[in-house]
């Protein structure tokens, strides 16, 4: 697999470059082994009919030894009527010969008297038996003796009425020194061929790969080139090869194709670069006008002229009206410049405070504040951390049905350790559980109205504070939602 891997990281120009040397290589070597196999065996082939040819030339001379002796033709005569004679044949056929009995006892040697041992071992009975057996009555026995291969033939010696006498054996040591001179000779010429052979390969196989990926490359380059974002150029090159001219004619095709689609994206971005904006801009002058409405509502029901703290009641709503206007003002300037949301003009705060005075302009009566401390200071904009509040709190509201019989919406403020939570818990209908990873999506809700942007706004608002926002919901029984932001 690892091997797999590095040939596939190699470039098409020396894959065809090692693949022609690898193929020439490949044939030396088949040229080779076939020449050595061939030498083997004809050197095979050259031993066994020259052991065949002094075995018959062998045989006709003792035939001629046993028509004109003058000793009776049996086994137990064959020492006397060879005692001269084998050494005479031995001599002419330059070939020792040995002369057995039927049942395999050396009967006489053509070796030197000193050199027989008295007690030489017989012929081993299964070749005996395999020489009765043929149809020849004769047997090749293949031996390797210390590297070197030995033939020796066992066959009979028959009278004139064809009635054995005795086994003739004669030794023989195949000698391959011609042999192999003659395949090292032609190893010698054949690596010398080859390598003036490989020599050219080289040459060849880098012209040849040169050639054809030359065009390649130049396709390749321009590929990489190629973007979406810039005026890409044609391939104008005319290749030799019908595939790579398909290739080039399609590459040209894809640019005209990519030209076309890159406009119509950019122009599709800037629509949706528009329309998004829109939405947000929209959303965020939403967002403090259903404060107001709430605020000139309640100041609405709960007018009074006799009241003695009219003054100060009118210069809360008034102050309240005010900060919306210009949190709407600094949404409109934001647009007209092409600016970002209204920047943060952040400011030391008490969070209790302003977490209290964001309440102030819901009207049910279910809604309470808690708090374990009167003063909790931190640094941030006021107007974030007021848009935080009601959103949280009128999405609480909005998800209690208005049928339900217990209603409750509970906001909390404590502080833990360098950090201060605010959180916002009602008794509404919850979250369904396929909506609880999408519940921060932009544009996602579950309402009929509004277009989700708010929980999304939120979030980039906590979290552009170094802040968290996490919730726990329960179906049926309501949601709480925790907002953690970091105090001095």
């Known amino acids: 697999m690892v091997q797999g891997f590095k040939m596939s990281m190699l470039s098409l120009r020396i894959r065809i470059f090692l693949s022609m040397i690898v193929l020439i290589l490949i044939a030396s070597i088949l040229m080779a082994?076939?020449?050595?196999?061939?030498?083997?065996?004809?050197?095979?082939?050259?031993h066994q009919e020259l052991l065949d040819r002094k075995e018959n030339a062998i045989k006709e001379h003792i035939n001629y030894v046993l028509s004109t002796t003058t000793y009776p033709l049996t086994e137990k005569n064959l020492p006397l009527i060879f005692k001269d004679?084998?050494?005479?044949?031995?001599?002419?056929?330059?070939?020792?010969?040995?002369?057995?009995?039927?049942?395999?006892?050396?009967?006489?040697?053509?070796?030197?008297?000193?050199?027989?041992?008295?007690?030489?071992?017989?012929?081993?009975?299964?070749?005996?038996?395999?020489v009765q057996s043929s149809i020849e009555k004769r047997y090749v026995d293949i031996k390797s003796i210390d590297g070197v291969k030995n033939r020796s033939s066992f066959s009979q010696i028959k009278d004139d009425k064809f009635k054995p006498l005795g086994i003739l054996n004669l030794p023989y040591v195949e000698d391959d020194s011609f042999y192999e001179n003659e395949i090292q000779e032609f190893l010698i010429k054949l690596s010398q061929v080859y390598f003036f052979m490989l020599l050219i390969a080289f040459g060849l196989a880098y012209f040849l790969s040169s050639y054809i990926t030359q065009?390649?490359?130049?396709?390749?380059?321009?590929?990489?080139?190629?973007?979406?974002?810039?005026?890409?150029?044609k391939i104008v090159i005319e290749a030799?090869?019908?595939e790579i001219n398909s290739l080039i004619k399609a590459y040209n095709a894809m640019v005209d194709e990519l030209e076309e689609s890159a406009t119509m994206l950019a122009q599709s971005e800037r629509e949706q670069a528009w329309r998004e904006m829109a939405k947000q801009v929209a959303h965020e002058i939403k967002?403090?006008?259903?404060?107001?409405?709430?605020?000139?509502?309640?100041?609405?029901?709960?007018?009074?002229?006799?009241?003695p703290n009219l003054k100060q009641k009118i210069n809360d709503y008034s102050k309240t009206l005010i900060q919306q206007i210009d949190t709407m003002s600094s949404v409109a300037s934001a647009f007209s410049n092409f600016a970002s949301m209204p920047a943060q003009q952040n400011e030391t705060l008490n969070v209790v405070e302003v977490v209290d005075f964001?309440?102030?302009?819901?009207n049910e009566e279910y809604l309470s504040f808690h708090t374990y401390e009167d003063e909790i200071?931190?640094?941030?904009?006021r107007t974030q951390l007021v848009r935080i509040i009601t959103n949280l709190v009128k999405n609480a509201i909005q998800s209690i049905p208005e049928n339900q019989a217990e209603k409750s919406v509970i906001v909390s403020v404590k502080r833990v350790e360098n950090r201060v939570i605010i959180s916002v818990k009602d008794t509404g209908i919850g979250i369904e559980t396929e909506n609880i990873e999408r519940i921060f999506e932009p544009k996602f809700t579950t309402k009929n109205s509004g277009m989700g942007l708010g929980l999304g706004i939120i979030k980039n608002i906590i979290e552009n504070y170094k802040g968290t926002i996490t919730f726990e919901t329960e179906t049926g029984k309501g949601t709480t939602f925790f907002v953690t932001l970091p105090i001095i």
């Open 287 to 307: 967002n403090p006008l259903t404060p107001m409405r709430l605020t000139v509502q309640s100041f609405q029901r709960k007018f009074d002229p006799e009241d």
């Open 377 to 381: 200071i931190t640094i941030m904009d």
């Open 240 to 242: 030799n090869s019908k």
């Open 33 to 46: 082994s076939i020449s050595v196999i061939q030498f083997k065996n004809e050197a095979r082939k050259y």
């Open 358 to 362: 964001s309440l102030d302009i819901f």
């Open 215 to 233: 065009s390649l490359k130049t396709i390749s380059d321009k590929i990489n080139e190629t973007s979406l974002n810039q005026k890409n150029e």
């Open 85 to 130: 004679k084998i050494h005479e044949l031995a001599d002419i056929h330059n070939l020792e010969i040995n002369i057995y009995s039927l049942d395999g006892k050396l009967l006489k040697s053509s070796k030197a008297s000193f050199s027989v041992d008295s007690i030489s071992p017989p012929v081993p009975k299964y070749i005996i038996k395999l």
